[in-house]
Structures are given as C-alpha cells and as structure tokens.
C-alpha cells in the first residue's frame, strides 16, 4: 500500500469516528463535525473535503432526525471545510488553532443567524430579535468553541501520529529490504 493510499484511508476512519461519534451522547454542542470539516479540508483530496463532512451529518441526520435549519449547519459546515482547504498550505499549530476558533465563530454566526431567519423562529424580525437571538445562544458557544478544539487536537494529533508512526516503519522497513 502505497503513502497516497494510507494517507486516504487514515484520514476517511477518522472522518467516520468522528460522525459515529454524533450518534453517542455528549454535552451540547461539544461535537466532532468541525473539527472533522477542518480536518477534511486539511487532509483529503479537494473533492472530498466537502462530500465527507456533509455525508457524515446527512448519515447521522438520519438516526438523529432532521430539522429545519439543517441548510445553515451544513453550509457552515462547507464554510469551515473552506478554512480547512486554506489550512492545507498553513499546517502550523497556531494557523490550525486560529482555523479551530474561526471555525466555531462561523457556525455560531451563521447557525443562529439561521434560527433567526427561519419563518418558525421565535425571534422577532427585526435587529433587536437577531441580537436576542445571538444573546440566548450565548451558553452554547463556549461548549462549541471547548468541543472544536478538543476534536482538532485529537484528529489532527492522531493523524500525525498515525503518518509519523508509518513513515518511521517504512524507513526500517527499506533499508532492511535492501540487504
């Protein structure tokens, strides 16, 4: 098995940890799938960058059940994936905490710019209901911002174990082949 080929599958049961992960209980808010957004971007082909994170929410959507605002999540979900392409050519770590604590400011923006903009809100329509709207959300974005930057440390720390751990087997590995 070639790097190229370790590298994509290391990084696809990763990405299915942690949206199997959704489905366990866990503190609100305190979820792998930006850290697995992020970690998309950064470490799987363009073209997957964005496929994993949505099909990882659409799968757990589906034993989770789906909501109305699902269209603000998953774009914000993209959104971070967008950061996590950025982060392939920026991969130190104050770059990925930066990434990590940008990541949770934009899925509180614009999820609960969505909860505000739905017809069903409860917040009135009008820029005293938004700041409402944000203030209530408030308690949630510290469990957000605590939850995105465990599971970054733990999928980026992990991966890099993981090609760390091959790259030094594989060292061995040739020059013993050699003899």
């Known amino acids: 098995m070639n790097t190229k080929t370790s590298k994509v599958i290391a990084a696809v049961l990763f990405v299915l940890l942690a949206a199997m992960s ?17 970690f998309s971007g950064v ?12 099909a990882a929410m ?8 789906f909501y109305t605002e699902m269209i603000w999540v998953y774009g914000s979900f993209l ?13 130190k770590p104050l ?8 990541s949770s400011m934009l899925f509180f923006v614009v999820t609960n710019f969505g909860v505000w903009v739905m017809p069903s809100s409860m917040y009135p329509k009008s ?6 709207c944000y203030t209530a959300a408030i308690p949630f974005f510290r469990s957000t911002v605590e939850g995105d930057v465990f599971f970054v440390a ?15 087997l594989w060292a061995e590995e040739v020059p013993a082949a050699r003899s």
């Open 43 to 54: 470490y799987l082909e363009r073209r997957f960058a964005f496929v994993v994170p949505i």
């Open 79 to 91: 959104l971070i994936a967008v950061i996590g392409l950025w982060l392939k050519n920026h991969k």
């Open 154 to 168: 733990v999928l980026f720390g992990l991966y890099e174990l993981v090609l760390f751990a091959v790259r030094k």
């Open 95 to 102: 770059y990925i905490l930066g990434g990590t604590l940008g």
């Open 127 to 132: 820029f005293a209901g938004l700041v409402e």
């Open 22 to 38: 959704r489905l366990l209980p866990h503190p609100a808010n305190f979820t792998p799938i930006a850290a697995m957004a992020l």
């Open 58 to 65: 659409l799968i757990s959507d589906y034993f989770l059940g």
